[in-house]
């Protein structure tokens, strides 16, 4: 009897190492190679990116995949970068017929994504959250005479939208769209302080680092934008100075997702720009682990991350170099981890794994918005699309969030990946942070793709921890090697996104948007 119940005990510690496919540590390897310092913060365009690529590209060949760019493993791209000058530029609120000069850094800064006007000076309206939503009803611009005009917001979103419409609605695609149908000429937003992942300090000090946009009239999505600024909170009130309101008023309203008023306000915005502007090219990394089932084999299921993070900014305590270790050297890693797993089990799926390292994201999504656009194979063939994106194995893993979660099949497939690890799964309990359209995943959405992004959860108590991580690290030269990480979350995360993929892979049923998804319209309609 002994015996027999020490053979037991031991097949099961067998099974059990069996199943333990991963120990974090060879996560963290490759986090350390990404995020090292010689990289120099993987800026998109960039030498450093370029090394952090080559590293990829040679990771995947030896896992065994297969190059799946227009050029090898790469999607080249090209860009276009602005620069604001800030020594020949202003902003300036005029009232009665006097200017008020802003001081940029302090008072506001030029965005610029929209190819700001060399000069401008309009009326400025305030029209809330600026949010159009015709499936709620719900309508910021409706009753006013907005054209010519620029327009003021507070970042947010009111009560009664679902998470996912309310994000839709705020990119900036589909706001410029209705902006400019309503006349507007420009935008100035006013971050939601009680929301801020970046305080202002490190807002401000890197306002004038390069932006980017993809090169081609159909990623446009701003035309006619003349105006595009950030206002500071804290200086607010000289926004809405003669009109009756605070900020402090509206903020505490935005906070409760209650209704804001609107109304015009006693001043004008008067602005000069210069931007510089210069080409650039990069690329998205593209690899494939073919299917071994004649027929499925032709579809795939996207595996995606950024590579790219934000450069070399303006210096935090003496480091000028934002290494991003969590954002988003660690999503690149696990796609790095999984493929040389997948390799070592002889892992033969039925549908072929597309593996996609996306170059822009911190540009505005910008190399998945190219990839999705130009697939480097067929667009129809993608079933469906798991990123991942600063996931922060920071705790010890005590639930999983999934964004998008109850869009589609997709979020199923992951409960049934996360039950085989006893792990608890929820859907992105802040949804009025916009996450769901705030990383890749969004592009796949866009062109039909049922997709989701998978992070570890911080429930209760954990939240100041993730609260404390954003203020302090997130976008900053401290997201890096230094940081605490938790190697066994890690390695359990890597093991339910490994049968994730697997499972989806094999199944054959293809991934469906749900019945009462907003966003099955773009897979009637792709």
């Not at 100075?241 to 008023?249: D, F, L, P, V």
């Not at 072929?352 to 480097?376: I, R």
């Not at 039950?419 to 062109?447: G, K, L, T």
């Amino acid at each position: 009897m002994k015996m027999l119940t020490a053979l037991l005990l031991f097949l099961a510690l067998a099974a059990s190492a069996q199943q333990q496919h991963f120990d974090g540590k060879t996560w963290w390897h490759h986090v350390e190679v990404l995020a090292n310092d010689n990289m120099d913060g993987r800026e998109t365009g960039s030498p450093g990116l370029q090394r952090a690529e080559a590293y990829v590209v040679d990771q995947l060949k030896k896992s065994g995949l297969a190059p799946a760019g227009a050029n090898g493993f790469y999607q080249p791209i090209k860009f276009e970068s602005r620069e604001i000058v800030e020594k020949d530029s202003s902003a300036a609120l005029v009232r009665d017929g006097k200017a008020e000069p802003l001081v940029l850094g302090d008072d506001c800064f030029f965005g610029t994504r929209s190819d700001l006007a060399p000069k401008l000076e309009a009326p400025l309206v305030f029209i809330g959250y600026g949010m159009k939503v015709p499936e709620k009803n719900y309508d910021d611009l409706a009753g006013q005479d907005l054209k010519g005009k620029v327009v003021v917001t507070i970042a947010g979103q009111p009560q009664g939208i679902p998470g996912p419409l309310a994000s839709h609605y705020s990119t900036a695609a589909e706001r410029w769209k209705q902006f400019r149908e309503a006349g507007i000429i420009g935008v100035i937003t006013i971050p939601n302080p009680a929301s801020m992942d970046i305080p202002w300090s490190r807002m401000s000090a890197n306002r004038t680092h390069p932006s980017m946009e993809l090169v081609g009239a159909e990623f446009n999505e701003t035309a006619g934008q003349q105006l595009g600024m950030t206002f500071n909170p804290e200086r607010a009130d000289k926004l809405f100075e003669g009109t009756g309101h605070t900020a402090a008023e509206l903020f505490a309203l935005v906070k409760d997702h209650k209704a804001l008023p609107h109304f015009a306000l006693p001043v004008r915005i008067r602005t000069t720009t210069k931007l510089l502007k210069k080409p650039v090219e990069s690329a998205n990394v593209v690899a494939k682990l073919e299917g071994s089932d004649p027929q499925l084999k032709n579809q795939y299921v996207v595996f995606s991350a950024h590579i790219d993070h934000v450069g070399i900014g303006e210096p935090i305590n003496g480091d000028k170099i934002y290494n991003g270790a969590m954002d988003n050297a660690s999503g690149s890693a696990a796609l790095l981890d999984v493929a040389a797993e997948l390799k070592k089990e002889g892992a033969h799926p039925k549908r072929s794994l597309l593996f996609v390292f996306v170059c822009g994201e911190e540009k505005g999504l910008l190399g998945s918005k190219y990839f999705t656009a130009h697939p480097t194979g067929d667009r129809k063939s993608m079933v469906a699309n798991l990123n991942l994106d600063m996931w922060l194995p920071i705790v010890p893993f005590k639930v999983l969030t999934v964004l998008g979660l109850d869009e589609s099949d997709m979020g199923d497939a992951v409960r049934t990946a996360a039950r085989s690890e006893n792990m608890p799964v929820e859907a992105d309990p802040e949804p009025q942070r916009n996450r769901f359209i705030r990383s890749d995943q969004y592009n796949f959405i866009r062109h039909g793709i049922p997709a989701v992004a998978l992070k570890v959860g911080f429930p209760g108590e954990l939240n100041e921890v993730q609260q404390k991580w954003l203020h302090d690290r997130y976008h900053a030269p401290s997201d890096d090697l230094q940081q605490p990480v938790n190697l066994e979350t890690a390695a359990k995360f890597e093991e339910i996104v490994r049968r994730l993929l697997l499972n989806v892979a094999n199944d054959p049923h293809r991934p469906q948007w749900k019945p009462d998804s907003f966003f099955r319209r773009y897979a009637q309609s792709d």
